[in-house]
């Protein structure tokens, strides 16, 4: 796998981790 196609993948695991983390917050508050 290319470098730079792994560091997309990063990038949305990263986005989509803090989409989730956003959506917790906005459940718990």
Same mark, same amino acid.
């Given at each position: +796998?290319? $470098? !730079?196609? !792994?560091? /997309? $993948?990063? /990038? +949305? &695991? !990263?986005?989509?981790?803090? %989409?989730? &983390?956003? &959506?917790?917050? %906005? &459940?718990?508050?």
């Amino acid at each position: +796998m290319p $470098v !730079r196609q !792994r560091q /997309e $993948v990063q /990038e +949305m &695991l !990263r986005e989509g981790l803090k %989409d989730a &983390l956003g &959506l917790f917050t %906005d &459940l718990s508050a």
